[in-house]
């Protein structure tokens, strides 16, 4: 192994460790409050992770999903991100 290796893994070991206690002490305090408050803000604190490409990519699915089918009478430009969440959980045909 090369002495980059062993930097590099000790720092994903490091970074892996740092991540479950921090997520432990998440579950701690949060599940004294409310257990939903906590799934959402782990989501968020997810959602921040992802690379900007997959984000963009999945923004761009949301706004064809909610603009074709059965509504594909919507002006795109004119729909509201609400508008098309909601859409998202409906049945598409």
């Known amino acids: 192994m090369t002495e980059q290796n062993i930097i590099?893994?000790?720092l994903s070991s490091y970074l892996?460790?740092?991540f479950s206690l921090a997520l432990l002490v998440e579950v701690c305090y949060y599940k004294k409050r409310n257990w939903n408050y906590?799934?959402?803000h782990l989501c968020l604190w997810v959602a921040t992770l992802m690379p900007r490409k997959l984000v963009y990519w999945a923004a761009v699915l949301l706004m064809s999903y909610g603009t074709t089918g059965r509504w594909s009478d919507t002006d795109p430009d004119d729909v509201r991100a609400t508008t098309l969440l909601k859409r998202w959980n409906q049945p598409h045909e």
């Open 8 to 10: 590099f893994l000790l």
């Open 16 to 18: 892996a460790l740092a």
């Open 38 to 40: 906590f799934v959402e």
